[in-house]
C-alpha cells in the first residue's frame, strides 16, 4: 500500500511569491491534514480536512489555505510568502474521520520550503 | 500555560537501559495520547497510542497515562542506538487533529 505522497519535496521561493503544495493520502484514508515543522516552534497544526470540508483550523494568518478535493487528495497554499514560512510542511492522513477522529496519523516525508 | 510540554532533552542512556520520557499537558477534557518517534531528517511515525488511565505495553514500549495528573509517559526498555531519534508527544484537540510538544531529543550510545 502507497503511502502518503507529497510534492514537491523541496522549493525555494522569494518574498512575496505564492506557493502550492500537494498530498495524496494512503488509499481509503479521507481525512487530511497539515502541519508546518519549524526547529523553534516544533509541530504546529495548520488545518485538517474530511471529505471536502475543513473541520478544524489551527491558529495561522490568512495566508494560509488548504482545499480537499473529492478523491482526497488535498493542496495547501500560501501566499505573500514571509521569511518566517521557511519550514518543512508535512501532510497526514487518517483512516477514520466522519463520526470523530483519530490521532493515528500516516505522514509523508515532507515538502521543504525556503523563502529567501 | 504550554498545552503540551515535553523536556527538549536530550536524554542519553547506555544502550541495554530503560529510556523513560516523559510528557505534560494541560486540557483536562483531552482524551487521546499518542508518541511519535522522528529520526533527523525523515518524518514522524506513530508508535503508541493510549486512551484509558494506566499501562499500555507493545514490545519493548510502555505508554503510561494519568489522566488526573495530566501526564503521559513512554518508557523503552533494552534501548538500542536504533532508538535514537526525538520522541514528540501528542494530544487530540478532536477529530484528526493533534497538538505536539516540541520533543524529546533521546540518545542511545553502544
Known amino acids: 500500500k502507497a503511502g502518503v505522497t507529497q510534492t514537491p519535496r523541496y522549493l525555494i521561493k522569494t518574498r512575496g511569491q505564492q506557493v502550492t503544495l500537494s498530498c495524496s493520502p494512503i488509499?481509503?484514508?479521507?481525512?487530511v491534514s497539515w502541519y508546518q515543522q519549524t526547529p523553534g516552534q516544533g509541530l504546529q497544526f495548520l488545518f485538517e480536512?474530511?471529505?471536502?470540508?475543513?473541520?478544524n483550523k489551527g491558529n495561522f494568518p490568512g495566508r494560509f489555505s488548504g482545499r480537499q478535493f473529492s478523491n482526497s487528495r488535498s493542496e495547501m497554499n500560501v501566499s505573500t510568502l514571509e521569511l518566517g514560512d521557511s519550514a518543512l510542511y508535512l501532510c497526514?492522513?487518517?483512516?477514520?474521520?466522519?463520526?470523530?477522529?483519530?490521532?493515528?496519523?500516516?505522514f509523508g516525508e515532507g515538502s521543504r520550503l525556503t523563502v529567501l | 500555560q504550554k498545552e503540551v510540554e515535553q523536556n527538549s532533552g536530550p536524554l542519553s542512556v547506555p544502550e541495554g537501559a530503560i529510556a523513560s520520557l516523559n510528557c505534560t499537558y494541560s486540557?483536562?477534557?483531552?482524551?487521546?495520547f499518542f508518541w511519535y518517534r522522528q529520526y533527523s531528517g525523515k518524518s514522524p511515525e506513530l508508535i503508541m497510542s493510549?486512551?484509558?488511565?494506566g499501562d499500555k505495553e507493545d514490545g519493548r514500549f510502555t505508554a503510561q497515562l494519568n489522566k488526573a495528573s495530566q501526564y503521559v509517559s513512554l518508557l523503552i526498555r533494552d534501548s538500542q542506538p536504533s532508538d535514537s531519534a526525538t520522541y514528540l508527544c501528542?494530544?487530540?484537540?478532536?477529530?484528526?487533529?493533534?497538538?505536539f510538544g516540541k520533543g524529546t531529543m533521546l540518545l542511545v550510545s553502544p
Open positions: 497526514a492522513s487518517s483512516f477514520r474521520g466522519r463520526t470523530g477522529g483519530t490521532g493515528e496519523l500516516f
Open positions: 488509499s481509503g484514508h479521507r481525512s
Open positions: 480536512y474530511f471529505s471536502e470540508t475543513q473541520r
Open positions: 486540557d483536562r477534557v483531552s482524551q487521546s
Open positions: 493510549i486512551y484509558s488511565n
Open positions: 501528542a494530544v487530540n484537540r478532536g477529530y484528526s487533529t493533534l497538538t
